[in-house]
């Protein structure tokens, strides 16, 4: 994955989010991917406009163990999923936002705002596999597949426009992904994803404990902790064979 | 034993030592039974008690931040072409030299990566020390992160008692190229939280391989821990 640098400035477009480029969440599924598609670097840079073709999808299911219909709650009057889709529409990058869902309540609610939707299948294990099956119906030829996760209903479409051309900007990236600044009291809460970055903006980890941890083994208030937002763009072609690689050890 | 291996990569060994009374002997001398090692040390009274036992020394500068820095300045003095250098914690007096071994096959097996190092099991008592620093490791078998938190964590925040955690064990080989730029790295962010130098090699983008292996016994990095691999050491007849 191709994270933006921890050590530089944001860009100016992207607000208070970085841009985190991911070379994978695994070293293996990047070999997958690279292995699999031999000259897929270079066919597509033999293209005008390098990963031009841009689709924002918002996986939605009723089914959650926390909360029940969370797509459609109302937050000022407005059901979530709306809200989200609104922001994704004021995306320049995205050609095309669609709803991904396998409940019809949703869907209705959706088609009724003027979203595109795309019925999915309740055995869809994430919003990965949801993005991808979705991907497979749209039957249009996608260069990158943005997942934008339904319960961030104040997304800033800056950070989706931030994290296509990050993904756009790094052929040798799959994936990418931005962060914000972790608030110290979010360090020992594992519902707050932390991730750490190399030099070049890469993704090294991502992790439910705190990272990078210290010989006090408390929350250093100095320290500039990331926290992972909700929102990822896969090269198209590694988003198809991804639901296909074994769970990793360590997810 | 002159032990070279065959062309394009020879072996080099180097360890810095630190002085502390184990049954009878000082304990760099367990560490150093494979070929041609070298201590790289800072300190008179180190480096006499090395040559007392046969080893080739090294005098380094007291300035280096740490033994990678120490291993670099010392090869430099050997003034020889090395094309590998196995960086041999002087504190871990049972190191097996078949891991050593086992490090340096593995970094010349892997041309992209440019240190290697190897893992052990984690007891789980260990999970929450952060003396003992943890390791995770890719499919391929390249490093992916150290910390002195517990990696990989969990969403119950707990320690699994499943869970096959990895301890870093403190050896190294460094591709000797590699090596000589290391030092002039700037310290990276996660380098100096963690305080763990093998984290400015990740940060800058290198690869690491990793190698798991059976080692029980662990570092001596407090006073407390000499007795503990002494106890150890009389229960293996170890002398």
């Given at each position: 994955?191709?994270?933006?640098?921890?050590?530089?400035?944001?860009?100016?477009?992207?607000?208070?989010?970085?841009?985190?480029?991911?070379?994978?969440?695994?070293?293996?599924?990047?070999?997958?991917?690279?292995?699999?598609?031999?000259?897929?670097?270079?066919?597509?840079?033999?293209?005008?406009?390098?990963?031009?073709?841009?689709?924002?999808?918002?996986?939605?299911r009723?089914?959650?163990?926390?909360?029940?219909?969370?797509?459609?709650?109302?937050?000022?009057?407005?059901?979530?999923?709306?809200?989200?889709?609104?922001?994704?529409?004021?995306?320049?990058?995205?050609?095309?936002?669609?709803?991904a869902?396998d409940?019809?309540?949703?869907?209705?609610?959706?088609?009724?705002?003027?979203?595109?939707?795309?019925m999915t299948s309740e055995a869809c294990k994430?919003?990965?596999e949801r993005?991808?099956e979705?991907?497979?119906?749209?039957?249009?030829?996608?260069?990158?597949?943005?997942?934008?996760?339904?319960?961030?209903?104040?997304?800033?479409?800056?950070?989706?426009?931030?994290?296509?051309?990050?993904?756009?900007?790094?052929?040798?990236?799959?994936?990418?992904?931005?962060?914000?600044?972790?608030?110290?009291?979010?360090?020992?809460?594992?519902?707050?994803?932390?991730?750490?970055?190399?030099?070049?903006?890469?993704?090294?980890?991502?992790?439910?404990?705190?990272?990078?941890?210290?010989?006090?083994?408390?929350?250093?208030?100095?320290?500039?902790?990331?926290?992972?937002?909700?929102?990822?763009?896969?090269?198209?072609?590694?988003?198809?064979?991804?639901?296909?690689?074994?769970?990793?050890?360590?997810?």
């Open positions: 994955m191709a994270v933006c640098s921890s050590g530089s400035e944001p860009s100016g477009s992207i607000g208070k989010g970085w841009i985190v480029h991911s070379l994978l969440i695994g070293a293996a599924v990047a070999a997958a991917a690279v292995a699999a598609h031999g000259g897929f670097f270079r066919r597509l840079l033999w293209r005008g406009g390098y990963r031009s073709r841009v689709v924002g999808i918002i996986p939605a009723f089914a959650s163990s926390r909360f029940q219909g969370k797509p459609l709650v109302h937050i000022l009057g407005k059901p979530m999923i709306q809200r989200t889709w609104e922001r994704a529409k004021m995306a320049s990058t995205l050609d095309h936002v669609v709803v869902t409940d019809e309540t949703i869907a209705k609610c959706c088609r009724g705002f003027g979203a595109d939707v795309v994430n919003g990965t993005c991808n979705a991907l497979e119906k749209l039957g249009k030829d996608y260069d990158v597949v943005v997942n934008i996760q339904g319960d961030e209903p104040l997304i800033d479409p800056e950070i989706i426009d931030g994290i296509v051309k990050s993904l756009q900007e790094s052929p040798d990236a799959v994936f990418s992904t931005a962060v914000t600044s972790l608030k110290p009291d979010d360090g020992t809460d594992p519902n707050r994803v932390k991730c750490i970055v190399d030099n070049n903006g890469y993704a090294i980890y991502f992790s439910r404990g705190l990272i990078p941890y210290n010989k006090s083994g408390k929350v250093n208030p100095q320290f500039p902790y990331l926290l992972h937002l909700g929102i990822q763009s896969f090269d198209a072609k590694l988003l198809k064979i991804y639901p296909k690689l074994a769970p990793y050890v360590y997810r």
